[in-house]
């Protein structure tokens, strides 16, 4: 017996939207950047250079691996602590994780520009879940980051 289950097709966005909806503590924040998607997802996906400027409690980011889609590196905090973490980079979509951080980013092109989604935060080690204080204001201040590097203000 053939079963033909539905299937959904979810713009990054969304996609990032239900992922977090299954992390305690996450939350993400959006914005439309008045710029097509051609030139906000490249400054995005410069993880070593322009990431790690918009994100505001990173100093750097460094990849040392990739493989496809999938990338392995080690962060470094504005406060000095290191992160290793593993990731996947495809256009419109970042997701980097390691045991004490997670960071979302997904991008679309939209009306007016380009909507681009941020989550992340601390991660509690062995619990699918984030330290609820400050995802959402650091969110917004990575958006805004993104915003003033783009359009110039």
Do not use: K, Y
Request: include cysteine; aromatic fraction near 6%; proline fraction near 7%.
């Amino acid at each position: 017996m053939t079963v033909n289950w539905p299937t959904a097709a979810l713009d990054p966005v969304r996609r990032l939207h239900t992922l977090a909806a299954g992390v305690r503590g996450a939350h993400v924040v959006e914005r439309v950047v008045v710029a097509p998607f051609d030139e906000v997802w490249p400054l995005l996906a410069d993880l070593e250079g322009e990431l790690a400027r918009i994100v505001p409690d990173t100093r750097r980011l460094r990849v040392t691996r990739t493989d496809g889609d999938r990338i392995e590196g080690v962060a470094t905090s504005q406060r000095g602590l290191r992160a290793r973490f593993d990731g996947v980079l495809r256009p419109g979509w970042c997701l980097l994780q390691s045991r004490f951080v997670l960071v979302g980013i997904a991008a679309r092109p939209t009306a007016g520009g380009t909507l681009v989604a941020f989550t992340g935060g601390l991660r509690i080690p062995g619990r699918p879940a984030l330290f609820p204080l400050g995802v959402r204001r650091e969110g917004r201040r990575t958006l805004e980051r993104l915003s003033a590097r783009v359009e110039g203000v």
